[in-house]
């Protein structure tokens, strides 16, 4: 008798994982993924804010300037991805609080909420420097605007590298935010 409960144990197979657990697992997937989120946010904060790049013709009084706060749309783009950045690294202790509390409800409903805000301020400052990169790497013959990044390749491919790690930080606040829909579409009895 014994054997036949053993083995029937045994044909079910693994039992599922308590509840408790994998919200504890999702909200350590939520503090991994704001950790990322902040290193891209805030690496492209300070690599726009420290582009710049200096062209001498002829002497060395005759020079050409290129430098993120010459353009609005680079100061914007620095300023967006500053606080993104710093609402992350203060919504840390919430993530933790959903970390040791997996059933708490509200934090998540306000990370859910303010993620979202995130996503649209970095994706704006992101796509408002896009498209200036775009004119500066392209030019535009029709008003007269030269593409600067052939003289300018430094600091062209700096704020490039800004640009994208700020595009990563976009894919992680998204992530970050269907991750907390997730656990809260779950949490509904």
Do not use: H
């Not at 054997?3 to 503090?31: C, M, T, Y």
């Amino acid at each position: 008798m014994m054997q036949a409960e053993s083995g029937s144990a045994e044909a079910k197979g693994p039992l599922p994982p308590p509840v408790g657990r994998k919200r504890r697992g999702l909200g350590i997937l939520d503090f991994l993924l704001r950790l990322l989120a902040i290193g891209a946010t805030l690496s492209a904060a300070i690599t726009m804010g420290t582009t710049n790049e200096t062209l001498q013709f002829f002497t060395q009084f005759f020079q050409f300037k290129a430098r993120f706060y010459d353009l609005s749309a680079f100061i914007y783009f620095v300023i967006a991805n500053a606080i993104v950045g710093g609402y992350l690294l203060l919504s840390l202790p919430i993530s933790i609080l959903n970390i040791v509390r997996p059933r708490a409800a509200s934090s998540r409903v306000f990370l859910i909420f303010f993620d979202t805000v995130m996503v649209a301020v970095c994706t704006s400052g992101a796509a408002a420097a896009v498209a200036i990169l775009y004119v500066a790497r392209k030019g535009n013959s029709r008003t007269n605007w030269f593409a600067i990044c052939q003289r300018f390749n430094s600091f062209c491919n700096q704020a490039i590298g800004a640009v994208s790690a700020s595009f990563a930080g976009v894919v992680f606040l998204i992530l970050l935010v269907l991750l907390s829909a997730s656990t809260l579409y779950r949490r509904r009895p």
